[in-house]
Every structure is written in C-alpha cells, then in structure tokens.
C-alpha cells in the first residue's frame, strides 16, 4: 500500500533550527511536496523536489532521498509565525498526490 | 492574481439534509480538485477534474457525494445525505494542467469550507 509518515508534533524554540522528517511508501514516484498549513486555512506551498539533494529557499531548505524514500524540511530562525501544520505529500506513479498526516510544528519563546 | 475561492466558508447542518459547496479555480488552471480534510489528517483526494472531465473519482463515496464541473471552469460539491462521519474541512485546489504534463505540478488551494454535521 501507498504510506506516508511524518512525527504528529515537535516542538522548538524561535530562533533555532527544526528538521522535520518524512517517508514514504508509493506506487511510482514523480517528486515530494512540502505545504505550509496554519490552523483554520488552507494548505501552502513550500517546496517541491523530484530529483536527490538540498534545494534551499530562503530560510526553508528540503531534502530528498529518492532511494531511501526520505525527505526532509529545515526550517532555520525560527519565528512565532513559523507555528503551523507542515504537510508531507508525494506525487505518486498517477500523479496523485499521497498526503502524510502533517506534522504539527510548536515554537515557544 | 486572483486565488482559489470557495463558498461558504462555514456550514452547519443536521444528519440527514444535503449541502452544496462551490468553488471556483485560478483562471486558467485547467485541473480542479476536491480533497476532505478530517482534523488531524492529510488531505484527502475525493474527485479530480481536468476541464469538465472526471480524471479520478475512486474516493469519492457515490451514494451519497456527487461533483460536476460544467464548462470546465468552477465546480460544485453535493453531499445528500449527510452523516456525521463527513464533518470535515472541504478544500479545493487547482493546477496549470494536469500534473503528468509539466515538471512544476504544483496545487493552489482555496480556504476551504468547514462543514459541521450534528
């Protein structure tokens, strides 16, 4: 069967840096995103990678894996605003999306 | 530009009544999805649409969910009747195209509507 795992919750401190660890299990594979979702809104955009390696994005950076079926987010500087669900999803051999149940990212003061 | 819209953005009903939702995709986005998000879980995939036809409906549960999207532009999302089990966040996206045809397959999602079924 098609799976995605992601940790329920972590929790960090504004400032520092949190990595938030995905794998998954599909049908095929054609890339990994990673969406940004504050509570009560819509999921957003953040990164897509289809090929090995680190793409950085400002303070965001995503990695992948494709023979370990892992990816990776980093968030670096953590700001309060930063407090959000991160949703793992890999796009699988029909180009559907496979979500994990997102990570729930706490950052304290 | 313009994002997704959706309405409403709220809805409570009883068990038993039907409800619609509506929404309405990027102007020339040619893939339009309907996904239910349960608090707590991922999104998930109920009907797919590329123009005004059905790429992928394997999810949606037909007895009682029904979706169209005449003229291949906004679309409707019919649930009749509800149950309790379908109280959920109902979030539209929409891609370019459909996603095997570009290396960028990315989805834009509407707010959503919070539907509450008691």
């Known amino acids: 069967g098609q799976n995605i795992d992601q940790p329920t919750e972590m929790t960090a401190t504004e400032g520092a840096i949190v990595q938030i660890n995905c794998t998954y299990q599909t049908s095929g594979f054609n890339g990994l995103f990673w969406y940004q979702q504050h509570a009560g809104e819509a999921p957003t955009f953040l990164s897509y990678n289809v090929l090995d390696g680190l793409e950085e994005k400002g303070r965001f950076s995503s990695f992948l894996s494709r023979s370990k079926g892992y990816s990776y987010l980093l968030l670096k500087e953590l700001q309060m605003k930063d407090s959000a669900s991160y949703l793992c999803?890999?796009?699988?051999?029909?180009?559907?999306?496979?979500w994990g149940a997102g990570t729930k990212l706490i950052i304290k003061p | 530009e313009a994002g997704v819209a959706q309405s409403p953005r709220y809805k409570i009903i009883e068990k038993r009544q039907s409800v619609a939702f509506w929404c309405n995709p990027i102007?020339?986005?040619?893939?339009l999805y309907w996904y239910q998000q349960i608090l707590g879980q991922g999104p998930k995939l109920l009907i797919q649409?590329?123009?005004?036809?059905?790429?992928?409906d394997s999810q949606l549960p037909k007895d009682r969910f029904s979706a169209e999207r005449l003229k291949g532009v906004d679309s409707t999302l019919k649930i009749q009747p509800a149950k309790l089990e379908d109280s959920a966040v109902y979030l539209c996206?929409?891609?370019?195209?459909?996603?095997?045809?570009?290396?960028?397959?990315?989805?834009?999602f509407g707010p959503g509507t919070r539907l509450t079924v008691t």
């Open positions: 999803a890999a796009l699988d051999s029909n180009y559907q999306l496979i």
């Open positions: 996206a929409s891609s370019l195209i459909g996603a095997r045809d570009m290396s960028w397959p990315e989805q834009y």
């Open positions: 649409f590329q123009n005004n036809g059905v790429v992928d």
């Open positions: 102007s020339g986005h040619a893939t």
